[in-house]
Nanobody, 119 residues
């Protein structure tokens, strides 16, 4: 019922910035919480950041605190991941995910977008 699509990935140098987009379509009113995950080569998928669909109660993983943020548009159809002070350790495929309950698993996932940070 909900479709998510990430975009905006690319190659940047360490210390640079990049903004990822997550376009939501379908029954977006069902989304309670939106999140970003990432998976680096040879590593497990990791939580990055999350907030409610309306941008409240943000949460960030320790490695990205103070560097990443999750702005969104007023139409509630686009969510962003603003990444500043990027490090080579941030290199990964980034996924957008949506959850239709307060707690539990994320049910809706995008296909991912590649972010590569060079030193």
């Amino acid at each position: 019922q909900v479709q998510l699509k990430e975009s905006g990935g690319g190659l940047v140098q360490a210390g640079g910035s990049l903004r990822l987009s997550c376009a939501a379509s379908g029954r977006t009113s069902n989304i309670v919480r939106i999140a970003w995950f990432r998976q680096a080569p040879g590593k497990e998928r990791e939580f990055v950041a999350a907030s409610t669909w309306t941008g409240e109660l943000p949460a960030y993983a320790d490695p990205v605190k103070g560097r990443f943020a999750i702005p969104r548009d007023n139409a509630k159809t686009m969510v962003y991941l603003q990444m500043n002070s990027l490090e080579p350790e941030d290199t990964a495929v980034y996924f957008c995910a949506g959850r239709r309950s307060v707690v539990g698993n994320y049910e809706d996932w995008g296909q991912g977008t590649q972010v590569t940070v060079s030193s």
